[in-house]
């Protein structure tokens, strides 16, 4: 599975922008598909997260302000950012779970199997 992120860049501060994340490979190998994010000197945290019920679990810091969808179809996961803070610079990776394991959605980082390389996200105040 190669997960290819795109969308990054530098955004003003209350703006909004999208992410998309476009799986290749053996995409039905995979269940979970969901955004995480790391900033300089900080953990990768959980941003979005789409489970294999349709679930959606979101990272506090982002509740009301980012959605996650996904588009079958189109075997691609977006995450639409709205009312954009500096806080949110970060570099976003998107990543998947293996469908061998449960489809339930986690938080851990480790929890997920495939991952992509990332896209940097820089907004400015």
């Known amino acids: 599975v190669q997960l290819q992120a795109s969308g990054g860049g530098l955004v003003q501060a209350g703006r909004s922008h999208r992410l998309s994340c476009a799986a290749s490979?053996?995409?039905?190998?995979?269940?979970?598909m969901g955004w995480y994010r790391q900033a300089p000197g900080k953990q990768r945290e959980l941003v979005a997260q789409?489970?294999?019920?349709?679930?959606?679990r979101y990272g506090d810091s982002v509740k009301g302000r980012f959605t996650i969808s996904r588009d079958n179809g189109k075997n691609t996961v977006y995450l639409q950012m709205n009312s954009l803070k500096p806080e949110d610079t970060a570099v976003y990776y998107c990543?998947?779970?293996?469908?061998?394991?449960?489809?339930?959605?986690?938080?851990?980082?480790?929890?997920?199997?495939?991952w992509g390389k990332g896209t940097l996200v820089t907004v400015s105040s």
């Open positions: 990543a998947s779970r293996n469908a061998k394991r449960n489809g339930k959605t986690c938080p851990d980082p480790a929890y997920m199997d495939y």
């Open positions: 490979g053996n995409i039905f190998s995979i269940n979970v």
């Open positions: 789409i489970g294999s019920g349709g679930k959606i």
